[in-house]
């Protein structure tokens, strides 16, 4: 902890919003030439006015938010080319987690994170939206955590709410090729402008590299972890009248991953060297896979008339994930061998209104909608097995095809009350209703948020929030447990309990506090107390999750933010201490081996993504010149360690008893812009991750709800040629 501390001191000070460094204008971002179609001064305005109202339809009054602006992801570690879900990592209180399903931990959170794109929820799909979605498309985002206001509901760890790149403002376009280490190449573009009335944004990348996943062991180089990412974005906007517009977004992308592969694995003990598979099986070769494809589209239509504001959309998304075994290979090593097909389909309707009452209220109100429907086909060969768990004959497969529904109702009420000019009170509630195949329930959630601005430098936040969170119906197991007994998969436990809805209490306060120099610092502190706490986790071979409760759950931490500007620099550091613990599961106890079901049911336990200390600082700096520009950029991220199994001193195993070692990750990036012409800018840009190729485990394969060892990247070196025109 120290060695890291003295390596992040030299980045400055503190963070909180790395959003306030906006550098100056770079050479690309010049007027359009007079050659190019003129947008209308009132379209322009219009469109203006009306991205200003539908923000103060849904403003985060009360909780902790963190921006990051189109600036800050350039000057990141990797730029556009960067997961979506490490541009998040630089937030406070985010922890990292597994690559493979764009993972991150919020506030001693598993998931639980809501995605939003302009002001539209994005319903769930079965890989997560980290891995999904690309930065360039972003405008601007924020990530708003602790007591939210009515209108967020269901997902509440943290809102990402993401503000897209509009053609009236950013007309103009690029052209990208991405490439380096671990067989990389990355081409992109993306397009925006406007005509009039109606403005666009398109954006699109095809990636390939031999990092997909992770590597689970130590070497600089995986085994078996090539994959191919296609994405696409693409956001029109009509505006209507002076009032209203018309907005359609879409989204697909389409991917490939192998799964890792570890060198001189033993034969498993289940069948354990079985006379059906004559010979021995290299671990090295073995050719596990997993193809996902994510779909969704939005329509919106948005009215600003006066005092009253209001956003419809209605929205569709189809999700799909399907692994495919080695089977030979997991017969030989696992005694199971399981092809899992699962897609996901959902489509809602949303809508959020405002009001100015008055001179001292806003009062706001709205609903959501959700249909989903989830299919689930799997083919699992197994082995007979006797009493001793040896093969009795030869494999076979057994199949399940399973149909489960689920439907999601929230409608909330609030009023923001200026109570005095220095003292502002959104208080409210919102009702949730969930009915699915396996469970019915709802709630009444009353939200309360006081911002006090004591001083012009000085603002104190406090609020409660009572939270009502369904189990993400994607990683609801389908399984039925009897159909597996006496094979190489049976369980030995065979009750199921359906997973249920967890009901939360949240408390937050806060402080930011603005100094001289450009310094600002933030203090944040929460806890949450909750019943049927849920969590996920990967009990198979498969990339899916799978959700269960514990019955109670406590969650607490603190989060220490600042940030640092003058000039042309900027600099950022956060740290966060969490803590996230659960006592006894109450549903899908089939996943659990019996000797920690027994111990969980009387003892609490770290849940298995919990992170005591996380960290993430960075800097960087812009040298202007007359017909160019040159950025250096610097950040780091620093965590204390994930949960894994630990022993006593009777050698009784304790569920997620201890952590993987700590760790730290340097990277830094230098980009120089020339300016060709008016409108085109050359820019040419190199990356190096992990700089000092620090070997680091995210798992070491034990844990709860943890299939394998993950460690994360090595030493890679980047390089990037674009065009902007």
Same mark, same amino acid.
């Given at each position: 902890m120290?060695?890291?501390?003295?390596? *992040?001191?030299?980045? *400055?000070?503190?963070?909180?919003?790395?959003?306030?460094?906006?550098?100056?204008?770079?050479?690309?971002?010049?007027?359009?030439?007079?050659?190019?179609?003129?947008? =209308?001064?009132?379209?322009?305005?219009?469109?203006? &006015?009306?991205?200003?109202?539908?923000?103060?339809?849904?403003?985060?009054?009360g909780a902790s938010t963190f921006t990051i602006d189109r600036a800050q992801i350039e000057l990141g570690a990797l730029g556009d080319n960067a997961p979506f879900s490490q541009v998040i990592l630089r937030a406070p209180g985010v922890a990292q987690d597994s690559a493979a399903n764009g993972d991150l931990h919020v506030r001693g959170e598993h998931a639980n994170l809501q995605y939003r794109i302009n002001n539209v929820l994005l319903p769930e799909g079965l890989s997560g939206f980290g891995l999904e979605l690309d930065p360039r498309f972003v405008g601007n985002m924020q990530l708003i955590t602790g007591s939210l206001p009515a209108q967020y509901g269901f997902r509440t760890a943290g809102i990402v709410d993401i503000k897209t790149k509009s053609g009236q403002f950013d007309n103009g376009g690029e052209v990208e090729l991405y490439g380096g280490s671990y067989d990389t190449v990355r081409t992109s573009f993306e397009r925006a402008g406007a005509d009039g009335k109606m403005s666009y944004f398109v954006d699109g990348s095809y990636d390939h590299n031999g990092i997909g996943i992770e590597n689970p062991t130590a070497s600089a180089t995986p085994l078996h972890d090539v994959s191919d990412q296609g994405k696409a974005f693409t956001y029109l906007s009509y505006i209507l009248d002076s009032t209203s517009r018309?907005? %359609?977004?879409?989204?697909?992308?389409?991917?490939?991953?192998?799964?890792? @592969?570890?060198?001189? *694995?033993?034969?498993?003990?289940?069948?354990?060297?079985?006379?059906? !598979?004559?010979?021995?099986?290299?671990?090295?070769?073995?050719?596990?896979?997993? #193809?996902?494809? @994510?779909?969704?589209? %939005?329509?919106?239509y948005q009215k600003a008339a006066g005092d009253l504001n209001f956003q419809m959309a209605g929205y569709g998304r189809y999700s799909g994930a399907h692994f495919i075994p080695d089977t030979t290979g997991d017969l030989y090593f696992n005694g199971v061998a399981s092809d899992v097909d699962r897609t996901i389909s959902s489509v809602g309707l949303q809508g959020d209104g405002s009001d100015q009452v008055g001179d001292h209220h806003v009062v706001r109100a709205g609903f959501m909608l959700l249909a989903e429907t989830l299919r689930s086909a799997s083919t699992t060969t197994v082995f007979p097995v006797d009493s001793d768990g040896n093969p009795t004959g030869p494999a076979y497969p057994i199949a399940e095809n399973d149909r489960l529904?689920?439907?999601?109702?929230?409608?909330?009420?609030?009023?923001?009350?200026?109570?005095?000019?220095? !003292?502002?009170?959104?208080?409210?509630?919102?009702?949730?209703?969930?009915?699915?195949?396996?469970?019915?329930e709802g709630q009444i959630s009353p939200r309360v948020n006081f911002i006090y601005q004591m001083t012009p430098a000085t603002t104190i936040h406090a609020g409660y929030a009572r939270y009502f969170t369904p189990p993400p119906l994607e990683f609801v197991?389908?399984?039925? $447990?009897?159909?597996?007994?006496?094979?190489?998969?049976?369980?030995?436990?065979?009750?199921?309990?359906?997973?249920?809805?967890?009901?939360?209490?949240?408390?937050?306060?806060?402080?930011?506090?603005?100094?001289?120099?450009?310094? &600002?610092?933030?203090?944040?502190?929460?806890? =949450?107390?909750?019943?049927?706490?849920? #969590? #996920?986790?990967?009990?198979?071979?498969? *990339?899916?999750?799978?959700?269960? @409760?514990?019955?109670?759950?406590?969650?607490?931490? $603190?989060?220490?933010?600042?940030s640092y500007t003058s000039?042309?620099?900027?600099?950022?550091?956060? $740290?966060?201490?969490? @803590?996230? &613990?659960?006592?006894?599961w109450t549903s899908a106890q089939f996943l659990f081996d019996p000797a920690d079901l027994a111990y969980v049911r009387n003892h609490w336990i770290f849940l298995d993504h919990d992170q005591q200390f996380s960290a993430s600082a960075g800097a960087a700096y812009t040298w202007k010149h007359s017909r160019a520009s040159t950025q250096l950029a610097i950040d780091a991220i620093y965590g204390s360690g994930l949960r894994n199994d630990a022993t006593d001193s009777l050698g009784n195993t304790i569920p997620n008893g201890g952590s993987v070692p700590s760790y730290y990750s340097i990277n830094i990036g230098v980009e120089e812009s020339?300016?060709?012409?008016?409108?085109?800018?050359?820019? %040419?840009?190199?990356? %190096?991750?992990?700089?000092?190729?620090?070997?680091?485990?995210l798992r070491d394969g034990s844990g709860v709800g943890v299939n394998a060892a993950q460690y994360g990247m090595r030493r890679g070196i980047f390089g990037t040629l674009g065009l902007a025109f």
């Open positions: 120290k060695t890291t501390f003295c390596i *992040l001191f030299p980045f *400055l000070i503190i963070n909180a919003s790395f959003a306030q460094a906006k550098p100056d204008t770079n050479p690309s971002d010049t007027p359009a030439s007079t050659d190019e179609p003129v947008v =209308k001064l009132e379209e322009f305005v219009i469109s203006d &006015q009306l991205d200003r109202a539908r923000e103060s339809i849904m403003p985060s009054l018309l907005s %359609v977004m879409g989204s697909a992308s389409d991917s490939t991953f192998q799964i890792p @592969n570890t060198a001189g *694995l033993p034969a498993g003990t289940s069948p354990n060297g079985n006379p059906w !598979l004559a010979g021995s099986f290299d671990s090295a070769i073995l050719h596990e896979r997993q #193809d996902e494809q @994510n779909y969704y589209g %939005v329509v919106a529904h689920a439907s999601f109702l929230g409608a909330y009420l609030q009023d923001e009350w200026k109570v005095a000019p220095t !003292l502002t009170l959104n208080y409210g509630a919102r009702f949730d209703a969930y009915s699915s195949s396996f469970d019915n197991s389908a399984t039925t $447990v009897a159909l597996f007994n006496g094979t190489s998969n049976a369980s030995p436990v065979a009750q199921d309990d359906p997973v249920k809805a967890e009901r939360s209490n949240y408390l937050d306060v806060g402080i930011t506090q603005k100094l001289p120099h450009g310094i &600002q610092i933030g203090l944040d502190s929460y806890y =949450k107390s909750a019943r049927n706490q849920l #969590d #996920d986790g990967l009990f198979g071979q498969s *990339l899916i999750l799978s959700a269960f @409760n514990y019955r109670e759950g406590r969650v607490y931490g $603190v989060e220490f933010s600042g000039g042309d620099f900027t600099s950022y550091l956060n $740290v966060a201490r969490s @803590n996230a &613990q659960g006592q006894d020339f300016r060709l012409s008016l409108r085109k800018t050359l820019k %040419v840009r190199l990356d %190096v991750v992990n700089i000092t190729d620090q070997v680091y485990e």
